[in-house]
């Protein structure tokens, strides 16, 4: 397998995977570059279950709890939503709300509201409400402005 690296100066990095046919080996390279094989432990019915981070649409506190939103799943946290913003923030986690943490790559619309806030539709059709707040960070990440 030959392997080619350029470094950039500016934009997003990429990762192009040109293959004859799908082995398990270049199915493992494409999981490790979507970032499937980080993962964090979290509970279910009592019972503790590794969460792929890409699979976390957001996470919300309730009560001092925090929640873990998935596509079918939901998940309890051990960690605060400060620690999943700092820890996962290169994954794309966005702190949107005193409340709430979400997964900017499971973004599917945006609508501009009053007040300069932003109404975000999820992958999983749940609506978010970005008060401005954070809407201007949310608005630079976006432009991939990075600070």
Same mark, same amino acid.
């Given at each position: $397998? =030959? ?6 100066? #500016? %934009? ?18 494409? =999981? @490790?570059? #979507? ?21 976390? &649409? ?5 009560? %001092? ?21 700092? $820890? @996962?923030?290169? #994954?794309?986690?966005?702190? +949107? /709300? ?7 790559? +499971? ?10 806030? &932003?109404?975000?539709? $999820? ?7 970005? /008060?401005?707040?954070?809407? =201007? ?5 976006? =432009?991939?402005?990075? #600070?």
């Amino acid at each position: $397998m =030959k392997i080619t690296l350029q470094q950039i100066t #500016e %934009g997003k990095e990429e990762v192009i995977i040109r293959y004859r046919e799908m082995t398990e080996e270049i199915d493992g390279i494409i =999981k @490790y570059a #979507e970032g499937q094989g980080k993962r964090l432990l979290a509970a279910k019915d009592g019972q503790q279950a590794p969460v792929r981070i890409s699979q976390v &649409i957001y996470a919300e506190s309730v009560d %001092g709890v925090t929640w873990l939103y998935t596509d079918k799943e939901v998940y309890r946290s051990g960690l605060t939503l400060s620690l999943l913003e700092g $820890m @996962y923030a290169g #994954e794309g986690f966005f702190r +949107c /709300s005193k409340s709430m943490v979400i997964n900017i790559y +499971c973004i599917s619309r945006l609508r501009s509201m009053p007040e300069k806030r &932003i109404d975000v539709t $999820m992958s999983n059709g749940e609506h978010v409400t970005i /008060s401005r707040h954070y809407a =201007k960070a949310l608005r630079s990440i976006l =432009k991939g402005d990075t #600070e």
